[in-house]
DNA sequence: TCTAAATGCAACTAGAATTGTTACATTATG
DNA sequence: CATAATGTAACAATTCTAGTTGCATTTAGA
């Protein structure tokens, strides 16, 4: 795939957030841990802003914060908020007259769901509050 | 684009292989099953072969037939084939001096890893055969 | 009240990946 | 020997990602 890092950011940025949580961070500072742009990471907490997981304050001392604690955000509401696309994509055109191709859409949705269903609760299981303890534990 | 389809369009075309066992399939047939360039399929099929799952045949009723009985193809080994990224990409660099930073690629790396390790089984339980008996079922 | 610092957002660029296409060398069938 | 097929290189069109600049808006604090 053009190989979209978005959901290695967003977890980055959000280790940040959840390990800083004194006062709000900026998107300068956490672009700099991500050696990134700041403009890359407003994008991103926005999308997870609209989501919930995050909320931003604005104007001089602003910044982002988690919007609950660490331990109740997991690696799938990050997925879910920054992820639109599912794992593959399928072809919206076909061969209409094939009757292989006809059930090609079927098949592979099906196979995409239920790879969805086991990935979905992987993720589930991981929260920035693991995150930030693996953090800990080495630092 | 960024979302790739040869996953989709491959297992599209090794059905096609598995439907028509009679004579080898030419990647002109199969092109126009999926509606695209036999060029691009016979790109595909290239992996394909490269990894023991099809074999081509040269010159005039030459084409490409399945390596293996379809019961013996998951969607595991069409996976490894055409698939070389994972499904999410790290960022390359970042900055070393931060300690969260530091700890990204190892943290993301094992999430990815529990992640795979939940898709390459589910995959594997599926298979050409049931594909095509999936096809037969409702033509 | 004013200044500094922050987000939100629009617009644009550069680069890369995907897909489609043409062309041609090679190979095998009959 | 003609036909039909793969393998592969080269290139174009489209799209996505990431980075960047600029600016309006908002807020804290001196």
Excluded at 48 to 64: D, H, K, P
Aim: some cysteine.
């Amino acid at each position: 795939m053009a190989a979209n890092s978005r959901f290695a950011v967003a977890v980055h940025a959000l280790a940040v957030l959840a390990w800083h949580t004194q006062a709000p961070c900026s998107s300068r500072e956490i672009a700099a841990s991500v050696a990134t742009n700041a403009v890359v990471i407003r994008r991103l907490l926005g999308q997870l802003a609209r989501a919930g997981v995050v909320e931003a304050s604005y104007g001089a001392r602003g910044g982002f914060r988690l919007a609950r604690p660490a331990a109740k955000i997991s690696l799938r509401d990050v997925y879910a908020a920054v992820e639109e696309g599912g794992f593959f994509a399928l072809r919206e055109t076909l061969n209409d007259k094939c009757p292989i191709a006809c059930r090609m859409k079927s098949i592979l949705n099906d196979v995409f769901s239920r790879v969805e269903a086991k990935v979905l609760p992987e993720l589930k299981r991981t929260t920035l509050a693991d995150i930030v303890d693996d953090i800990e534990t080495v630092a």
